[in-house]
């Protein structure tokens, strides 16, 4: 995807602070949970539709979102399965896990399935993982949910050492191997600063989620200073460049009304799972108007240029080399979701500075 930023991407704020290089946006991305109140054979079907769609349409990567038991109603708990799938539908596109939960896996298990399908897609696979935050989950898996972050630094060295060809317990090493895989981990992060710099003394991506743990400023404001430091403290000696990958709610429709009433059940459905399952948000559904629900949870859906303007101002977009366009917490109708897409690639994304090639 070229860049050809206009003014609203030139005037980069943030890393003014810092003395940084401005990154600049480089690459579109749509994000997809999987989710759905119906079938899960004709939600999975769907999706795999969405990505050739997102191919087709010029879209740079596909990332899907790992859910065990119904977690925000995705129906995929198995990720690499998935993307093989994609990957047989699909030539060009990167495919991404955003994110893998480490802390639930045997991280040599997920070097093998990653590694796998990272050799079906003829090197495609872009490797996100994260810490979790749902609780229930790590119940079920019998895992200790307070100890999360300290299991996923652990775990996440011995994948990347894996990748790398390291030997195994035994002496054996990773077959088939991932040639170039260590070099596409990314690691996730809400906010903060800590993450930031554990990925960025990694040579890792970092991937920041569409929302924070803080209700009280908009999500681009306070994840600021995790971009900052992400950047500040990347570690160039590792042989790899910094990847930003920003995730943001974007729904181009034809009008607010329409907006809010394709999103708004979705949002509630969401809020009413994440305020008791969801650790460290204060998501509580606390708006009665479906307009300021979704004002209040940062999501930029209604007329093109309304959702333009909300992203050339968002300050931590403005840091970020990838835009991962996601529609979660809403849930579309396969067609709606179609047409935002390609209202995202034809008229929203050149806006900010991005030319998909179809």
Do not use: C
């Not at 996100?128 to 775990?155: K, W």
């Not at 994948?159 to 990314?186: K, Q, S, Y």
């Not at 404001?221 to 900052?228: G, I, L, Y």
């Not at 108007?289 to 403005?318: K, S």
Request: charged share 20%; aromatic share 4%; net charge negative.
């Amino acid at each position: 995807m070229a860049t050809n930023a206009n003014a609203a991407t030139r005037e980069r704020p943030g890393l003014e602070r810092t003395g940084l290089e401005r990154p600049g946006l480089e690459r579109l991305g749509l994000l997809v949970h999987v989710a759905g109140q119906g079938d899960p054979r004709t939600v999975l079907d769907q999706h795999l539709r969405l990505a050739v769609v997102a191919e087709e349409l010029g879209y740079d990567s596909f990332w899907i979102a790992q859910h065990h038991l119904g977690a925000e109603s995705g129906v995929v708990p198995s990720p690499f399965v998935f993307l093989a799938a994609v990957a047989a539908r699909t030539h060009r596109i990167r495919l991404g896990t955003a994110v893998v939960t480490l802390p639930l896996e045997d991280p040599v298990r997920v070097a093998e399935d990653a590694a796998q399908a990272d050799l079906l897609s003829g090197g495609r696979i872009e490797l996100g993982i994260g810490s979790g935050a749902h609780r229930p989950s790590f119940e079920a898996f019998g895992r200790d949910f307070e100890q999360r972050r300290a299991d996923q630094e652990r775990a996440a060295r011995v994948l990347e050492d894996t990748l790398r060809g390291g030997p195994l317990p035994g002496g054996a090493p990773l077959h088939p191997p991932a040639p170039g895989l260590a070099d596409r981990i990314w690691q996730a992060a809400v906010s903060g600063t800590e993450r930031a710099r554990l990925a960025a003394a990694a040579g890792h991506g970092l991937l920041l989620s569409r929302t924070t743990t803080d209700p009280s400023s908009p999500v681009g404001e306070a994840q600021v200073p995790t971009a900052e430091a992400y950047f500040k403290e990347f570690d160039t000696s590792r042989g790899t460049r910094p990847r930003l990958g920003v995730s943001r709610t974007v729904y181009p429709v034809a009008d607010r009304a329409t907006a809010v009433r394709d999103l708004a059940p979705g949002a509630r459905s969401w809020l009413a799972q994440a305020a008791t399952e969801w650790a460290g948000r204060d998501l509580a559904a606390t708006e009665s108007d479906d307009d300021a629900l979704l004002r209040r949870h940062d999501i930029h859906a209604g007329p093109v240029e309304a959702v333009t303007a909300g992203l050339a101002a968002d300050p931590a977009l403005a840091l970020a080399t990838d835009l991962i366009v996601q529609f979660q917490p809403g849930l579309p109708s396969f067609g709606s979701a179609v047409g935002a897409l390609e209202a995202i690639a034809t008229r929203v994304a050149p806006a900010l500075g991005l030319r998909p090639r179809p």
